[in-house]
């Protein structure tokens, strides 16, 4: 079996899998421990109102923002192009089409009423590039910073690596550059498979608990009339 | 390795302290710190709101980083793929000289002030894993000596600073004279039960004549109680989490005892969070009374009309303190008693939720080997104030005040801290 | 034997026409215009060779390609200038007579005939899904590939396994190159492959007496080098994102790129945006179908024809929904391990 062929089959079937079952182990694993109920009379009693800081806390106070701007920066300029990337580009909208269509059974354009719009290609490799040297950038001052320098392990470096695998692979098949189109388009898949099947294990966790963390303390400090 | 020597409990085997300290930190990994742990993305941008880290630019006090062995205990233990952590030797067991290196950074240098919890981008409290992780250092008997010999005493004598009820009631009769004030002491019914914290009745005794002298202002049916005064709590500081509980039960039985409807806490910043956000949930269920700090108490009755000032024509800058302000909830009341005494308020930057620690909470302040590294954070706080051009630094907490007193003190600078309690009580206009 | 000028003079062929092959042929072969008359001389005193088609594992496909045609052809020429000694479809004779005719010019031209091969070969069960004359398919090959010049695998089954070997293959089949290895083998896939890409590959070989350059996959460069898509006319709507979303949308209509609709362009090798079928008229795309892969391995196993080439074979809901139970009850089984255990530890204290 060729290497496309592969990476478009079992590859992607078994990192689906993976995929779902780490999710939702890691996930419930975490929800179903004991929660403490708080007794103490709440000073704001809309304490859901606190789940705000969800989006609050995208940015910092700017009283905090003197040492924390280059990594706030890098960072949504790393996420932006890659989301783009990733959910604007139409053979990745078809991809993504292809398992909503399975799992629900509708189309997008039946449950929305319109096309997932996407971008042309060109611009799709403008934000791969933009996203790529923001995440070189990221890890130069991981390395760079005395802080972060102590706080990182293998799960920082390996994330990061998974991270940019797809994207400059995706961006090498875009370009047809360094090897026959079939195999670029196959190394591109594997990448991506790698990123899945490492997806619940490490810190990429984090795209669903920062809704639990940044929620738990909104809640909890909100119920208090706390800082948020 | 730390060239800061370790204070150790007992005399127990190494393992032993390991096994110990696991105890204690896995009574705390329940849903809400496991979240927490596992949205660590080590990003490091806590470190820019410590102050700790500010004024020294070591690493070592990055906030999450002093959590270093509770988080990796929690991935090996506890977390949803402990056992593969375990089985394939990916993280390794919490050793005893890693959790002796980290009694420095637990308890010397962090005020649990919570600046980190407001900056973190995902939305971790780092302060209040921090107060977990105490927890289980007092287990294993790694607590600073100080701490541990306050909170000692806390529990046999009442008070961790020798203000025994004998003291206390001694103290009080003697004020009493000598200011022509009365303060009623274990009234058998009172509708407001007032408590001390043992710095003010040992240090700053006048904030007990201030409380009197206000609660007859107000016309209040008030007592102080023997059996339930001491508002200060070194279990909580120490990390003792049964004796945080005997101490803040002591206080919550004795409001029971007298049916107060309201128990006011005095200035003091870690018993704000002790008795109005935990106690409840010691005592296993709400609590039959309010509990309110004093600040926020002079600010209802401010607001009442009960509470009326002369006022003070002076500029004043207000010190939130960290545990009533930025992580107990209570920002304005304060600035409504300064309002009300008719301050012109110069804010310092940052201010409220984000003020800068004065650097003595969290049990610091007791501890000497920390001093030095307490003196550099107070330059902050000094610049801060100085920066304002404000003629009276205000703040609402016993243990702040006693912070600034000493920094004062070691920087000989030319300004001293004032209690927002006493500048109201000096400030009453009596009928 | 007699040369192929001899043999096309006598046929009728005017000198111009022939000529006029021999252009379009090194043209077809990527060979630089000059190289025409060369060509012309080359095949001209070539001796007219003797080729034996083998046909396995087929549809008749790959000949009913080679032989459409409404006038003469250069696929009737090819015909014409080889002698083919040996083939199902075209040939008179049947049964023995056909078999002695076979083994006759094999022992003949022994070392010179040319092999080749359409369909693919069963093995399984010692080859008794395929024969005739009561040999089996996979003896028939080795014998007659024995005293081969060179072998030529037509077509996709016989390059690659084709359509027999798709999942899951009940009677074995296997490509030619799995089975002769030690004769040189052109595969020439395709299903069916152009047809004057066949004759393309048997004019070069009998003009230069060697094979062309070969791909990692035995394919003759000059016709597999590129890609459909690197070729394919509507490639300008792909880059700009026109896509066709269903096959009688107004994008269909206006021509646009049929991505989504599933073509296998961007990775299937061969001639057809560029040589077309039937003398240059049209390919499957501009017909207004997506490309299937046909001149690729296992087309038939690479997942719908009708799903764009970046879906994958992900799973289906239900196997998506057995691993969400399984995860639910891992993290579950977790989280209760935990809470025993912090029970346990305030029990004991």
Known sequence: MDLLTFARGPGMHWATTVFVIGVLWRLLGILLLRGRKDLSEPRRTAAWKGLRLIGLRSWPRKEFLGGTAFGEIMGYTFHIGFLVALFFYLPHILFFEDIAKGVIGVNFKRVFGFAWPYLPGGAIYFFSAVSLAALVAVLVHRIASPVKRMLSNFDDYFSWFVTIAPIATGMLAYSHYGAPYPTLLGLHLLSVELLMIWFPFGKLMHAFTMFLARGVQGVEFERRGASL | ?431 | MTTLGDSLLASGVSRRAFLKFCTALTSLMALPPGMAPAVAQALAKAKRPSVIWLSFQECTGCTESLTRSNSPTLENLILDLVSLDYHHTLQAASGFAAEAAREHAMKEFDGKYLLLVDGSIPTSDGGIYGAWGGESFVDILEQSAKGAAAVVAIGSCASFGGLPKANPNPTGARPVSDLVKNKPVINVPGCPPIAVVMTGVLAHYLTFGKIPELDAQGRPLAFYGETIHDRCYRRPFYDQGKFAKTFDDEGARSGWCLYELGCKGPITHNACATVKWNAGTSFPIQSGHGCLGCSEPDFWDKGSFYKALSTAEWGDAKTLGAAAAVGVAAGAAAAYLGRRRQERIEKEN
Not at chain 2, 320 to 349: H, N, T, W, Y
Not at chain 2, 353 to 370: D, K, L, S
Request: glycine share 8%.
């Open chain 2, 1 to 431: 390795m730390s060239a800061i020597a370790v204070d150790r409990q007992g005399e127990m085997p190494g393992e032993e302290r390991v096994a110990k300290a696991m105890q204690g930190f896995v009574k705390d990994f329940g849903r809400t710190a496991a979240i927490y742990l596992e949205s660590c993305i080590h990003c490091g941008m806590c470190a820019e709101s410590c102050h700790f880290y500010e004024v020294t630019g070591d690493p070592k006090y990055t906030p999450i980083w002093k959590l270093e062995p509770f988080k990796q205990a929690y991935k090996r233990e506890y977390g949803p793929f402990a056992p593969f952590y375990r089985l394939l030797g990916l993280k390794r067991e919490v050793t005893e000289p890693q959790l002796e290196e980290w009694q420095h950074l637990l308890y010397d240098s962090c005020t649990v002030c919570g600046r980190c919890s407001l900056m973190c981008p995902m939305g971790i409290d780092i302060a209040g894993l921090i107060s977990d992780a105490r927890h289980g250092m007092a287990q294993a008997g790694l607590v600073p000596k100080e701490l541990r010999e306050a909170a000692e005493r806390g529990e046999r004598e009442g008070s961790p600073l020798g203000a025994t009820p004998k003291v206390f009631k001694e103290r009080i009769d003697w004020l009493a004279d000598e200011h022509e004030v009365s303060i009623p002491l274990d009234k058998g019914k009172a509708d407001i039960l007032c408590s001390m914290s043992s710095i003010e009745i040992m240090k700053y005794p006048q904030s007990i004549v201030a409380t009197a002298k206000i609660m007859k202002h107000v016309g209040a049916d008030w007592t102080f109680r023997s059996d339930g005064y001491e508002a200060t709590n070194f279990g909580l500081l120490s990390g003792n989490a049964q004796w945080q509980k005997d101490m803040s039960m002591k206080l919550i039985n004795a409001a029971v005892a007298c049916g107060a409807k309201t128990l006011v806490l005095p200035e003091c910043g870690h018993a704000y969070g002790a008795l109005r956000w935990q106690g409840a949930n010691l005592y296993g269920k709400p609590l039959p009374f309010r509990v309110l700090h004093i600040s926020e108490f002079l600010a209802e009755s401010a607001r009442s009309g009960k509470l009326r000032l002369k006022k003070l024509a002076k500029s004043a800058t207000f010190h939130d303190p960290c545990q009533i302000s930025r992580r107990g909830g209570a920002v304005e009341a304060p600035r409504e008693v300064l309002a009300a005494l008719g301050v012109e308020l110069k804010e310092m930057f940052p201010t409220k939720g984000t003020n800068w620690c004065c650097g003595g909470g969290g049990g610091v302040v007791a501890i000497h080997r920390a001093d030095a590294l307490r003196y550099k954070v107070f330059k902050l706080k000094m610049d801060q104030i100085d920066d304002t051009g404000a003629e009276l630094p205000v703040t609402s907490c016993a243990n702040c005040r006693q912070t600034f007193d000493d920094g004062q003190a070691h920087f000989k600078w030319d300004k001293s801290m004032n209690s927002l309690l006493e500048l109201v009580a000096d400030n009453l206009i009596e009928a």
